[in-house]
C-alpha cells in the first residue's frame, strides 16, 4: 500500500452518534492517526461537557487536538486550518491515510475546503457583542445580523453563538455583508477526501444523548462548570452542556430543569448538526454499526482513484 495517494478519511455525524468507537477502529485498520475537528474538545479545561475520548479510548489510537489548548488562549478556526493542515502532512509523510473527525462543520469545511478570507475585526466589536450575549442571549443580536446581512442570516444556524457573533463582528467592522467575503471556490489540497457521514434511528440517536448527559452529570459536570464560570462569556462555552449550567447558577432555573433543557438543547443540536451535513452531497451515509461496510467502500473508492 505504499504507492497509494495518501488519503484524508473525514468522519462526521451528530453528537453521541457514535463517531469515537469507530474512528478508532478505522484508524486500527488502516494504521494511521486521528485528527479532532471538534471546536470545544482542545481546550482543556473543558473535558466532560465534551465528551471527549477517554485516555482509555486515546491509547488505541494516536489523537490530535485533544486537551491541546488552554480555555485561557486565544485560538479561532483560522489557527485551527493552518495547525491541522501541518498535522497532517506530517501524518502523510508516514502514513497512507488520515482520519478527520468532528461535529463541528466549520472546522471540518476549512480543513477540506480552505476558510474564507475575512478581514480583521475590531476587537472592541467583539467584546461587546459577546458580553450582550452573555447578558441577554444570542437572541439579542439577531435582528441587528438579519438587518446588516439577510443573506447569511438565512443560511447561518442561529442558534450557535459562535458563528452568529463571527458575521456580526465583520458586518460591523467593515461595513460590509459577511457573505460578500465567503468564498466561491474550494481550496486545493494535496491528498484525496473521502467523506463518511454517520447517522441512527432519531429514536435511538435521542436516548444515546439523554444517557450522555446522565453520564456527564455523574462524572462532575457541575464541578467543571464552577471552575469555569469566570471564562463564562468565552465562545466555546457558549454552547449547549455550559450554558444551561451556568444558567442554574445564575439562579435562572432549578436544577431539574437544567437537565431537562440540557438534554434538549442537546436533541436540538444534533438535529442542526444534520442540517449542516445533509447540504453536502459529497458526504456517503452508514450507520456506525456498519465498520465493515465502511471499510470496503473505502478500500474500494481508493482502488478506483489508483
Known amino acids: ?67 491541546s489548548h488552554s480555555i485561557s488562549q486565544s485560538y479561532n478556526v483560522g489557527d485551527y486550518e493552518n495547525d491541522a493542515l501541518a498535522c497532517l502532512e506530517e501524518i502523510f509523510s508516514r502514513k497512507n491515510f488520515a482520519i478527520l473527525t468532528g461535529g463541528s462543520g466549520l472546522y471540518l469545511q476549512v480543513v477540506t475546503e480552505g476558510m474564507d478570507d475575512i478581514p480583521e475585526v475590531d476587537l472592541q466589536v467583539r467584546e461587546r457583542l459577546m458580553q450582550q450575549v452573555a447578558q441577554d442571549g444570542l437572541e439579542s443580536v439577531l435582528p441587528q445580523l438579519e438587518a446588516l446581512d439577510p443573506t447569511f442570516y438565512a443560511q447561518v444556524d442561529r442558534a450557535n453563538p459562535h458563528r452568529v457573533v463571527r458575521a456580526l463582528e465583520v458586518c460591523l467592522s467593515t461595513g460590509k455583508p459577511f457573505s460578500s467575503f465567503r468564498k466561491k471556490t474550494k481550496a486545493e489540497r494535496p491528498f484525496d477526501i473521502l467523506k463518511i457521514g454517520l447517522n441512527r434511528d432519531r429514536e435511538e440517536l435521542y436516548e444515546r444523548i439523554n444517557e450522555r448527559v446522565d453520564i456527564m452529570v455523574a462524572e462532575g459536570l457541575l464541578e467543571e462548570v464552577k471552575g469555569l464560570y469566570d471564562y463564562k462569556g468565552h465562545q466555546a462555552l457558549q454552547t449547549v452542556g455550559y450554558k444551561e449550567i451556568f444558567d442554574y447558577m445564575d439562579g435562572q432555573h432549578d436544577w431539574e430543569e437544567a437537565i431537562r433543557l440540557l438534554k434538549r438543547n442537546t436533541r436540538r443540536y444534533a438535529k442542526r448538526q444534520m442540517t449542516w451535513f445533509r447540504r453536502d452531497a459529497e458526504i456517503h451515509w452508514f450507520s456506525p454499526k456498519e465498520l465493515e461496510e465502511i471499510v470496503m467502500w473505502i478500500e474500494e473508492k481508493v482502488q478506483k482513484v489508483e
Not at 485528527?35 to 489510537?61: H, L, N, W
Open 1 to 67: 500500500m505504499t504507492n497509494l495517494k495518501k488519503t484524508l478519511l473525514v468522519i462526521m455525524g451528530p453528537t453521541a452518534v457514535g463517531k469515537t468507537e469507530l474512528c478508532i477502529r478505522l484508524a486500527q485498520h488502516f494504521d494511521t492517526e486521528i485528527v479532532s475537528a471538534d471546536s470545544r474538545q482542545f481546550y482543556r479545561e473543558m473535558a466532560i461537557g465534551t465528551a471527549k475520548p477517554t485516555p482509555e479510548e486515546q491509547a488505541e489510537a494516536p489523537h490530535h487536538f485533544i486537551d
